[in-house]
């Protein structure tokens, strides 16, 4: 839990500004274990935070926050991180369903990365459960519901997005989505970095190993890595070890832990399963019925900003009629983009509270300081 004044202190610890994220409620965080489902639609537990406001007779609208590419299973409560980006949308004035993913936190199994059927159901079996949770607390739901996430989070958001609104269509209405710097066209732009020097090379092999365990695209156990990789590779990705510890392990190129005859087919058989299971697993290229505010940042070294360029233009293309880009910082880094991101998601979403049907960018004063404060960061 967490009291106005405690707030009060953490944002002047962190020197967070009141004017961006203000302090309007205290607030408890809970931990909810529920059932999701594996990718064979086995039922399994998993985890998850839930961010919940305090008012008495208040309804507060909903945020489902995705977070970004994550390792190591363990995770802990507290405000850092992307908890810190929840805590403060929650003392603003809204609940936050904070999903850990299959396999992460105290979910059962592996995780399955960038898997869109795993990543919507662990969101949408945890906004299952917080209704059962907000009964027992005596709390309440406003009309509204958001999605929004960052890096992996921005991908689980639109995957999220996409099953609701395919399979689900009167059970959840989604306000408005945000997703933040994702890789969406997976066997499109964000599949060159493979090919180049590139800072996170570690998250070639997460990917692999994840469709493996669902597709068997592969004909031999190490996924077609070769030597040292085959051997090297598979024991970091235990549960324990950072994203850091794989990227030291792997080259600097990503797919030069890949065999000849992998890299062959690849580059050359459109029907080839890695490359089938990419554009599966890719959201960009559908037609979302509620609006949508892509954030990107052109600096960000991890996840092409062409992304977003080319979701918008493949929704708008389908039919989608309220698609809108949004830059989030022309200089700014995958780490530091996800601050200023989330602020201009946050006005976003106040703008549907407020009563905007199709989404406003928020108040000028607030975007002004926002600017300015821009300038001062170094990235």
Known sequence: SYSVPELDSLWKTKKISKFMAKINYPLDVFEVIY????????????????????????????????????????????????????????????????????????????HLYLHVETEAATSINLLRAVKELLVKENAKQSK????????????????????????????????????????????????????????????????????????????????????????????????KHTMADIDKAMPEVPKDILTDDFLKGYLNDDKFPFKMDLELNSVHDWMPETPVLLCYCKADEQVNYQNAFIASAAMKAKGAKNIKLCSAGRKFGHKTCALFASV????????????????????????IALSLAKMKVKN
């Open 35 to 110: 059932e999701t489902t594996w990718w064979d639609e086995t039922p399994l537990k998993a985890s998850g935070i839930f961010f919940l406001p305090r008012k008495k007779d208040k309804e507060f609208p909903m945020i489902c926050y995705h977070h970004g590419t994550m390792t190591v299973k363990d995770r802990k409560i507290g405000f850092w991180g992307e908890q810190a980006i929840c805590t403060a949308f929650c003392a603003s004035g809204y609940m936050v369903a904070f999903p850990d993913y299959v396999g992460l936190g105290d979910g059962e199994k592996n």
């Open 344 to 367: 201009y998601t946050k006005m976003y979403f106040d703008s549907f509270v407020n009563g905007s049907k199709k989404g406003r960018k928020g108040p000028v004063i607030n975007r």
């Open 144 to 239: 509204f519901l958001f999605l929004t996430g960052y890096s992996q989070g921005g991908h689980s958001t639109l995957a999220t997005l996409k099953v609701m609104q395919e399979k689900y269509p009167d059970e959840f209405h989604v306000t408005a989505t945000a997703p933040m710097s994702g890789a969406y066209d997976l066997a499109g732009v964000q599949s060159k970095v493979m090919f180049k020097p590139y800072s996170h090379p570690g998250y070639l092999p997460y990917l692999m190993y994840s469709y493996q365990e669902v597709y068997k695209c592969f004909n031999d156990a190490n996924c077609s890595f070769k030597s040292p990789y085959a051997t090297s590779l598979p024991p970091l990705f235990d549960g």
